[in-house]
């Protein structure tokens, strides 16, 4: 047995090895580059930075929050698909803290560093995504903000959550793929640019946390942006695969974080964006993901039960512009925002 353990080791080592080493390398999630920091610099002197991809979105949150000033007015919370809400939506000092994917425990985690930084906010906008009430939505990444999110529910007689450290991702076979997929691309990371272009080759932060998309993103042929959505259809599902029920643990923590917003003396804006009207037409006739419309008469209903003003705009029906200008599968434009509004 002891000779079975000793060969097993001789293969197991070595090859945990390659897959760590080669993952600090090309690190696709820049876990141990710390380049948060170097951008949050630029923008926090007014620079935009652009050649940013795959960073740690929320460790950029909460060197955001930690530094800005003067502090926001407006804090604009959700995923990628209110990117591109900023203080140009508004009359006073906005920041943008969405983050990719965002799940409950983001939104939460988020709350609580300007808590922790005794910023007060005037206003939170919160981008309601359809997986936000899916306890399987496969949504990892606010791990980053652990220590945050379980500080708000000790805070508030909820059990703290455990979690690994994020470096745990380095023995990820999982994160050794995402770095084959980068390395194969050539998507090493280049080193960040400090600009005062807005539309660059490469995506850009902005300094009120908006994003400007690259070149390629944004100028593109209407079916060449159809030909994605119908191609992307299947593995954009995935955080609302195994999605039955809305998640009544979910609801509780989301309840508690909007009625901590409403007794900080917060106004509450609850935003629904569309999805691609290709994507939504599928999902609604898909017995598996039709559930967004329930989700979206339940944000509704909780609303008006809570006198929270929302600008929901459901599917393609209500969407203010046509296909051709959306840039993504689901994220609107700047002129669809802007329309909708």
Same mark, same amino acid.
């Given at each position: ?6 060969? =097993?080791? =001789? ?12 993952? =600090? ?15 949050? *610099? ?14 740690? /979105? ?15 007015? #407006?804090?604009?919370?959700? +995923? ?5 809400? %900023?203080?140009?939506?508004? *009359? ?8 990719? &994917? ?52 000790? #805070?508030? %007689? ?20 995402? +770095? ?15 600009? *005062?272009?807005?539309?660059?080759? &490469?995506? #850009?932060?902005?300094?009120?946390? #908006? ?32 999605? +039955? ?13 909007? +009625?901590?917003?409403? *007794? ?22 898909? /017995? ?12 509704? /209903? ?15 029906? =209500? ?8 840039? %993504? ?13």
């Amino acid at each position: 047995m002891n000779l079975f353990i000793k060969k =097993c080791l =001789c293969y197991v080592i070595p090859l945990l090895s390659l897959v760590v080493g080669f993952n =600090c390398v090309v690190d696709p999630g820049n876990l141990v580059s710390g380049i948060e920091a170097k951008i949050v *610099n630029h923008l926090l002197a007014g620079q935009n930075v652009t050649n940013v991809f795959n960073i740690d /979105e929320r460790s950029l949150q909460k060197y955001m929050i930690m530094g800005v000033k003067p502090a926001p007015e #407006t804090a604009i919370l959700g +995923s990628s698909r209110v990117m591109l809400i %900023g203080k140009n939506t508004y *009359n006073e000092a906005a920041l943008n803290n969405g983050v990719s &994917g965002a799940s409950l425990e983001d939104l939460i985690a988020i709350y609580q560093l300007y808590r922790v930084n005794r910023v007060k906010l005037k206003r939170v906008v919160v981008g309601i995504d359809p997986w936000l009430f899916n306890i399987n939505n496969s949504q990892i990444r606010w791990k980053t903000l652990a220590k945050e999110y379980n500080s708000f529910l000790k #805070t508030n %007689g909820f059990d703290p959550v455990a979690s690994l450290n994020k470096y745990f991702q380095l023995f990820s076979f999982s994160y050794f793929q995402e +770095s084959v997929k980068f390395y194969r691309k050539g998507l090493i990371a280049k080193a960040i640019l400090p600009t *005062n272009t807005i539309a660059n080759k &490469g995506l #850009t932060r902005l300094p009120d946390g #908006t994003i400007s998309y690259d070149l390629k993103y944004r100028i593109v042929k209407p079916e060449v942006v159809l030909k994605r959505a119908n191609d992307e259809i299947v593995e954009s599902m995935h955080p609302l695969d195994k999605y +039955s029920e809305i998640s009544n643990d979910i609801v509780k923590k989301f309840d508690y974080l909007i +009625s901590e917003m409403l *007794n900080d003396g917060v106004v509450v804006e609850f935003l629904l964006l569309p999805y691609f009207p290709v994507v939504y037409d599928f999902m609604m006739n898909s /017995e598996k993901y039709r559930i967004i419309g329930d989700i979206e008469l339940f944000v509704r /209903e909780y609303a008006a039960n809570k006198k929270i003003a929302s600008l929901t705009v459901g599917g393609n029906k =209500c969407l203010p512009v046509k296909e051709p200008a959306l840039v %993504g599968y689901y994220d609107l434009p700047v002129v669809g925002f802007y329309a909708t509004v």
